[in-house]
């Protein structure tokens, strides 16, 4: 039976409070790279923000101009050392910090860092290397999805990855990192061998199966919040078909849509080589949005063009089949898509949703917002709301217990992506989105709501991104390993006993 004190504590834990942080604002004038400062190898550069808070460089330029963090410094690291020395002098002179890896990362959470130094992987920490004969492939911090795409295929091996190709590889994977492959071989958190990071104390450590365990578990889910991974091994597996995808690009006019997520429905849970994208956007600004259809089949062409073809007998506007490897895939899947979401600058508000089961009603009362949206505010022409309906095989056949991720039964993962230019319209947008995302709520085919956490906006309850079940656990470890909440800036979890 726990004590009333132990639960009281249970209790403080699972509401979500958050360790305070002092963010307080620091003169640029004390980042000095020398002895008495940051204490720099000769090899890190840095960069100190004018007056006004600028750069002199495009280094700070982020995927989304929306509630972003911002720096006083940003260390471009060459070593370990500069990571442990950085950590050291932000901690000791409480200035918050912020690792960058592919800098993708949107959540408004991050805006928490303010007149912050960030730790900028992105020069020294962006090697892929593949041992072939073992099966595995070693990725620096901030190496990217492409990077390890194209040095796994290279080899002739597969492993799974996030889908757009410049997303980082560890901002992706600490999360869970969902994607095409996972139907054959789980997540990419579920692929991790072991990792080197660097800790809030300014310990580095590795961690694996046999060493550091609590923290190997609670890195494979939540692990944006124990530390500075520099680097980490993961498995790969030989290639399958010689590595060629089946890629099917489908346009439907809204009056499908009903017939659509009803087909959809029917072949859920997905075979484990597929996956579908479904999008709503606007593929001419002159036209009414349509739902475009991203199929890709990593298995035998015949399997491949069978399933797309139930899909393009619902009478599309046009279907294209290709067969690509998978280092090419995002340059066609998605009619290219993949590769121009990658575009750095711009507004991104963005939200995100995890559904078991897509409700039909609700997708038409969706899309009829959404192209109210586009109509009232032209300047979200550029927005989409996509759903990604993944294979669940490869991802249940990894326990729950296995690690910190959480939600091993979600079906399809919602993104909104409002992308716009004018600041002025930020409310709207946000109300709009809210809106939409609310529809989504209502019907998740879940008892409770569930949102994979690099998808979630900054606003939801931790249990909702990490799972009312794993929240105790990873709270210890919070407190074990980052007690003073150092690594809270994205999607902080609370240090709890
Ligand atoms: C266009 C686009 C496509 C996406 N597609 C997918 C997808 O297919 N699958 C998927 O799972 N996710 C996807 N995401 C979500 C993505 O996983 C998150 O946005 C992720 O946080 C991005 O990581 P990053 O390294 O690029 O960004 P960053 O902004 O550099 O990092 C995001 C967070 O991770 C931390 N971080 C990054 N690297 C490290 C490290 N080495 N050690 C410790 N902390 C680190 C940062 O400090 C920050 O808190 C996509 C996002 C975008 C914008």
Not at 65 to 71: H, I, R
Not at 166 to 183: E, K, S
Not at 474 to 479: E, F, N, R, S, T
């Amino acid at each position: 039976m726990p004590s009333l004190a132990s639960l009281g504590l249970t209790l403080f834990c699972l509401l979500g409070h958050t360790v305070s942080q002092s963010f307080q604002s620091t003169s640029r004038t004390v980042l000095d790279r020398g002895p008495s400062g940051l204490n720099l190898s000769p090899g890190a550069e840095l960069y100190v923000a004018n007056k006004d808070g600028k750069f002199d460089t495009t280094i700070a330029q982020r995927w989304s101009d929306f509630q972003n963090p911002t720096f006083l410094g940003i260390v471009v690291v060459a070593n370990e050392n500069d990571i442990i020395n950085t950590i050291k002098f932000a901690t000791k002179n409480k200035i918050p910090f912020l690792t960058l890896g592919g800098t993708h990362g949107y959540s408004t959470t991050l805006s928490k860092v303010q007149n912050g130094i960030a730790i900028d992987l992105r020069k020294s920490f962006i090697s892929v290397s593949v041992n072939s004969a073992a099966n595995t492939a070693t990725v620096g911090g901030a190496a990217l999805i492409q990077d390890l795409v194209n040095a796994v295929h290279g080899a002739g091996k597969q492993t799974p990855t996030g889908t757009c190709p410049c997303v980082g590889i560890l901002g992706a994977a600490l999360g869970g990192g969902i994607g095409r492959l996972q139907g054959m071989h789980g997540l990419m958190s579920d692929n991790i061998i072991s990792a080197r990071m660097v800790l809030a104390n300014g310990n580095a450590v590795t961690v694996s199966a046999t060493e550091n365990k609590d923290l190997f578990w609670a890195i494979r889910g939540a692990g944006h919040n124990f530390g500075v991974v520099t680097q980490a091994t993961i498995k790969v597996y030989p290639q399958q078909n010689n590595g060629n995808h089946v890629n099917g690009d489908l346009i439907f006019t809204a009056d499908k849509l009903e017939a659509f997520y009803t087909l959809l429905n029917a072949q859920t849970p997905l075979p484990a080589p597929l996956s579908i994208f479904s999008l709503f956007v606007k593929l001419d600004p002159a036209a009414a949005p349509v739902i475009l259809v991203n199929m890709v089949y990593a298995g035998p062409e015949a399997e491949g063009r069978a399933i797309i073809a139930k899909f393009s007998a619902l009478g599309t506007v046009s279907t294209l089949v290709v067969v690509v490897p998978w280092n090419k895939l995002s340059d066609t899947a998605a009619l290219g898509l993949g590769n121009a979401v990658c575009a750095r600058g711009n507004r991104k508000n963005m939200f995100g949703v995890g559904l078991k089961t897509i409700n039909i009603v609700a997708m038409r009362d969706i899309f009829n917002t959404f192209s109210e949206m586009l109509k009232n505010y032209p300047d979200t022409v550029g927005s989409a709301i996509t759903i990604e309906s993944f294979s669940v095989q490869g991802v249940q056949a990894f326990s729950d217990a296995s690690s910190a991720y959480p939600h091993r039964d979600i079906n399809n993962h919602v993104l909104l992506n409002m992308a716009y230019s004018d600041a002025s319209i930020d409310n709207a947008i946000t109300n709009y989105s809210m809106a939409i995302r609310a529809k989504f709520q209502a019907n998740t085919g879940f008892p409770s709501l569930k949102t994979y956490m690099n998808y979630g906006r900054g606003d939801e309850p931790n249990a909702v991104l990490y799972g009312q079940s794993k929240l105790q656990t990873l709270g210890v470890a919070k407190k074990k390993y980052d007690p003073s909440g150092v690594f809270n800036a994205y999607h902080a979890i609370p240090a709890c006993n």
